[in-house]
């Protein structure tokens, strides 16, 4: 699998990438005087070990790669081969989701949330999308139930406010 | 005591405070036991039911909430690895992998027995040597918590399993983390990037949800549209007796149990830290006590012992602070004092003299409700596993859904839900990249607690260092703190050494 073959430069860029972006951040915290360290104290050592950590990283990998690649490369075992996709469109409507949660309301976000999420990742042969939507219903009320009657959890009721 | 206590006993044992017990352990074990729902929340939606009823038995209500949803986190760590609350993120590291193995009973078997333990052991200390300890507490300053959560950081080394720069990565992220939001202090803004929201900061359960929870469905998304992968794991309840262990397993547990018990008790004691910290630190002690210390991670009933008898007692530990001094250590406990406080009742020293029925009330009541949380969680271990039967397409997105419910209840916020889509993010990076967990978690949990009690110590010393080192207790835990350091890198040094010799071989 590719991504294995990356995974130790990956981490040095993704780490260094996360430092960059906060270390650009740190000039910006207003010092005072209040205390003897000022609030950029911390972010500033984290910054700097992290920093320094995720060159060690990517150096590891640089090391590591020269000693395969003198090694003559290994052979990568074949895996079973993982569906991004699906992940991929596990996280776009878990985002979508969370973003119609508030306008739509809880009820009707969940009860579309609950049957797409169910669609993409059932088996192609179990894919029954009125069966999803019945169970999504009934899981949504009973939460409904519980949370918003039951334990007074204020949920949103986005465009059925006054109907619920 | 043992006179108030038969009181205290005479005033619970009423038909109203057993029904309560009963009822009330058990909302606690499911809201415990669903990631996203944490004790702290279960405390929160009963408290202003308790008003209407008498203090006492309004506490009952409470304590029995608080320990059933303490230990009800064990059983999604185990079956899901999705940890139910915060203090049980350690236990999904070996409880899962034996319910992958097909050993699902006996890792829950294990997990409730050696809750129940801890459970005990830390009400019986609250019982016995309440005062005392208190008193101890008090002598902790400023120096000193900052000592202890540089020791307890420095376990941040020892929980990378594989590559030690992943690991102390993983382990900065997390203190990163802390950093996001108002600063101690001063209230400096950082790294809001000018969102009024982010101003509060990251709160741990939308982060623990998005990285457990929403990238563990991503992972199982990957393959779950293949047909023979629609359950999660296969778990027989076939032939399985009791707990699913036998004494002799849980009789060669007893120093690991003991030893996670302590350490779970002494951080439950000291205000700010509790069952989110010591589980992770008694499953790391453990791993390093242990003589088979690789076989950690792989499903071993030692992790799972070591984190349940050490979170819940810290349940005990964080009563004691908040029932003598009136000092809440946690949110949880600050809960338990709001329950309190609505009834005109000030917790402290003078409470144990006025109200002494009321006070060996509220131990009976925790004592009767950790025995209905063994006696529920046994009868309902093949019924939680039964739930794996469900097809993951199913159980998972409802799962989900309730995180997402726990997650805005949690400031009534929908910011706090677009945190946890981040955070399923960010967990789903670390699985591909097989980045540690635990040590972002360590990170997270403590790297607050570092900052603040650093500033203010350097506030009270007018800027000088040198009060760390030279108060006793601060200096001890630095010393040991460096001498774990310097340990860690002698070990790593002579395993890298030797395996060179053996690769020139």
């Known amino acids: 699998m590719k991504l294995k073959k990356y995974e130790d430069w990956l981490t040095g860029a993704f780490f260094l990438a996360v430092t960059l972006v906060y270390a650009s951040q740190i000039p910006l915290i207003k010092r005072t005087k209040i205390s003897p360290v000022n609030s950029a104290f911390l972010p500033t050592i984290v910054a700097i070990c992290m920093g320094a950590l995720a060159l060690v990283q990517l150096y590891m990998a640089f090391r590591n790669w020269k000693q395969a690649k003198a090694a003559g490369g290994t052979q990568e075992k074949a895996e079973d081969s993982p569906d991004y996709r699906r992940a991929v469109y596990t996280l776009a409507t878990a985002l979508i989701y969370v973003m119609l949660f508030k306008p739509l309301g809880f009820v009707l976000s969940s009860i579309l949330y609950l049957t797409v999420q169910m669609s993409v990742m059932a088996p192609k042969e179990e894919r029954r999308p009125l069966r999803f939507l019945l169970i999504s219903v009934i899981a949504v009320a009973v939460i409904y139930l519980i949370f918003h009657n039951g334990l007074s959890l204020l949920l949103p009721g986005g465009v059925l406010t006054g109907i619920l | ?184 202090i001063d209230a400096a803004a950082r790294f809001t990037f000018g969102s009024t929201q982010m101003g509060a900061g990251l709160d741990i359960l939308p982060v623990l949800i998005g990285m457990f929870a929403l990238s563990e469905i991503m992972v199982t998304a990957e393959t779950s549209a293949k047909k023979d992968r629609t359950q999660i794991v296969q778990v027989s309840t076939r032939g399985v007796k009791g707990f699913g262990f036998s004494v002799a397993e849980g009789l060669g547990q007893w120093w690991n149990a003991l030893r996670s018990a302590l350490i779970g008790l002494a951080i439950g004691i000291l205000p700010g830290l509790g069952g989110s910290t010591s589980n992770l630190i008694a499953y790391t002690v453990a791993k390093n006590q242990s003589s088979y210390p690789e076989k950690f991670g792989t499903g071993i009933i030692d992790g799972v012992v070591a984190t349940e008898t050490a979170n819940n007692a810290s349940v005990g530990g964080a009563l004691i602070p908040l029932l003598t001094l009136g000092i809440p250590g946690d949110m949880a406990t600050a809960m338990l004092l709001g329950g309190l406080m609505i009834h005109g009742l000030q917790p402290g020293p003078l409470l144990f003299q006025e109200q002494p029925v009321l006070m060996y009330g509220i131990f009976i009541a925790m004592l009767l409700s950790n025995l209905v949380m063994l006696i529920e969680e046994f009868f309902g271990l093949r019924i939680f596993v039964s739930l794996l039967k469900t097809p993951k397409y199913i159980l998972l997105p409802i799962i989900f859904v309730l995180c997402i419910v726990g997650a805005f209840g949690l400031n009534n916020r929908v910011f706090d839900t677009y945190v946890v889509i981040a955070f399923g993010l960010v967990g789903y990076i670390f699985i591909k990249l097989h980045l540690p967990v635990a040590p972002m978690i360590m990170g997270f949990v403590l790297g607050e607690t570092v900052e603040t009690y650093m500033r203010r110590a350097l506030m009270n010393s007018k800027g000088s260092w040198m009060p760390f080192l030279t108060r006793p207790i601060s200096g001890a835990f630095l010393a040991i703190a460096a001498f774990s350091v310097v340990y860690i890198i002698v070990k790593n040094v002579r395993a890298y050494r030797r395996q060179k010799q053996n690769n020139a071989l």
């Open chain 2, 1 to 184: 005591m043992l006179e108030s206590l038969a009181t205290g006993a005479a005033a619970v044992c009423n038909p109203l405070g057993i029904l309560l017990i009963l009822l009330c352990t058990a909302a606690g074990i499911i809201f415990g036991s669903i990631p996203g729902l944490s004790a702290t929340m279960a405390i929160a939606l009963f408290l202003p039911v308790s008003y209407g009823m008498t203090p006492l038995m309004g506490m009952t209500m409470l304590v029995s909430v608080y320990i059933g949803g303490v230990s009800g986190g064990l059983i999604s760590a185990i079956l899901l690895k999705m940890p139910g609350t915060p203090s049980s993120v350690a236990t999904c590291f070996d409880g899962y992998p034996l319910t992958q193995k097909g050993q699902g009973i006996k890792a829950l078997g294990v997990g409730v027995f050696f809750s129940f333990l801890g459970t005990l052991f830390s009400i019986v200390a609250l019982i016995a040597i309440a005062p005392n300890l208190a008193t101890l507490a008090l002598k902790f300053g400023d120096f000193e918590y900052f000592s202890i959560a540089v020791f307890s950081l420095t376990m941040i080394a020892s929980l990378s399993s594989g590559s030690m720069v992943k690991g102390l990565l993983s382990g900065f992220l997390g203190v990163l983390l802390t950093t996001v939001g108002m600063a101690p």
